[in-house]
């Protein structure tokens, strides 16, 4: 696949993050895509403090209804964000830990640098989306807290309206582990 070819799936992706999130910022926006070519290993510095983060978190965890269970991210992979709220319900902490880490070492192999992806995204979503503000100013701070710390967060809006607590996890490890996996020929 070329370059251009991706254009179809990032504006896919971009329709639907939109439509659920539609208070979305040009910093949610990055953070998608982001999540999506890096995958979650930007996440898993050290597994103990990965545990003990994911147990504060359920601790704390107090949404009776989470907005989304599952949201695939597939542009350029296979990532799903699992909201926590599955953790004692569908999966145990173990387990969900451990696709969480699997999904971490996932090795990806880009077709296109990071860049290359992010201007490419710049362009459709001007475009398609003009009511999102994208100043240059923005995307330079954006790129830079990215180098900087590996990854972005959410934007305190986001935070604010959507209450985001979930972890990037590979499709397939998430299939597999509910026992739901697909055959490769029937899916």
Known sequence: MTKDDYSPRI????HQELKLFPEA???DVYKLFYQDFFGPGHYI????AVSHYLKDELDNYSRLSPFLKTQPIFCL???LRIDICVVDVLINKHDFLDIFVQSSRITLNQPLTWQEHWQTILK???KTNPHLIIEEKSVSRLNEIARQYGEVHHSEKYRELY???YRLISEQLWLKALNRGFPPDKR
């Open 124 to 126: 459709l979503l001007s």
């Open 45 to 48: 510095p050290d597994i103990n």
């Open 25 to 27: 910022q040009l910093q």
């Open 163 to 165: 209450q985001p607590h």
């Open 11 to 14: 504006e896919k992706l971009l």
């Open 77 to 79: 992979n296979n990532f």
